[in-house]
């Protein structure tokens, strides 16, 4: 069986060829609820992306209680994306979700596929349509299960792997699953590979002992090129018309489906097992967020204002994070700039009213302590991505004030106020 070092082995192999770097969510988010992304954003950095960049793309996001989250619409479903250096930037990263499953080790092999065609810019990977996008993700599904295949004892073993899973992505074609229909070509694979011997065809594709991963990128592309659906028939399913060639691997799915069966009860309580991991941390980490917001006991002259501007950005959060609105600080600023709302808020009467109502509380906030010197001043923090956690740092730094001070000290203050 092909452990975890391995495919790690392989993964830096294939990253040194490429000019690319990896990350696994346990190593920088998820495992422990104390780190924060610096790691994620250092590594985002070297391939040309600043914070300000990331922020809009939605690759992070605004946490509250100050700092960042790395919140890729990816994350949640524990899958991976392969990211190519910005403009002329020649380096690369991958971001995993681990390598825990045979689903995990093929989503690594998987990324590695599209760090060599950004490389070699194969399909047209950098300027992708929807076709393109198609072959590229087909590509990418084949390269990964050749090594695998490669890999494994035996091509049954393989199919066992994976056919139950793609029973399931046959029959029920979703949108975000449109692109991976890999199967007939990985079918053809399987069965060049039968043909030609698993050993003989290990030892074509192997330089020096070790797996010749370009040599086998430029095979599978050539599979894809010639056994993935034409243009006409990805349309086709597209539209919900599948042309013939599809409907036929339908009547064949539910036979792959009783042979990946037994295997796939065992792979799903694994990855059970994972989401019930990753929640318990997500929960504790939220938690933690939920203590840091927490409000001041209002016991010193500043614990009012501080307490109101971390308010105010909690709003903030919720309006870049929940409703996609980048410029409600300016907004409140200055009436005459008009929030930028998106298109999908306009469509979306309910939510743009809760958008609003969230609006209205920051503008309530702002009108109240305008005039007030130190808000002024910590508004200004809040404005600037960079100094935004100096702002819950003087909290913290206020908290632990108030926890020290004699309570004889607490009364004389509320009573100077």
Known sequence: MLTADEVKRDLNDICAQTNAHWLCYDDIHTENKDKDCSLYLREMQRIGYSKLML???G????????GLEIRHQEEMHFSAYTMNGNKNNKNRLIVLSGF??????????????HLFQFKYNTFGIRYRDDYTTYLSEVHANTFAS???LLKANSVLEYKK????????????????????MSLPVELQLMKEIRKNGRLNTLHAFQKKGALDFKKILFYTKDLVEKYAYSEKEFKQIQNNKPPFKHLLLQSKAHAYRLVGKAYWEHEFFKYRKKIKKHTKIEKARIQAKLEKVERLPQKTPHAEIINEICRLDCYQVEMTNEHGVFNSLDALKNNAVPLEVPNSLKENPDKAQEMQKTFDKMREIYQKYKDNEMFQSLFKKL???EMRDQVWALKEKERAKIKSLPSAQITKEQNSR
């Open 55 to 57: 922020l809009y793309a």
């Open 59 to 66: 690759n992070i996001q605004l946490s509250y209680g100050g």
């Open 100 to 113: 825990d499953t045979d689903n995990d080790k093929h989503t690594v092999y998987h990324e590695c596929a």
């Open 146 to 148: 050749m090594v695998l």
């Open 161 to 180: 792997r994976r056919l139950g899973r793609f029973a399931d992505g046959v029959e029920k074609i979703s949108e975000n699953m449109l692109y991976y």
């Open 383 to 385: 404005e600037i991505l």
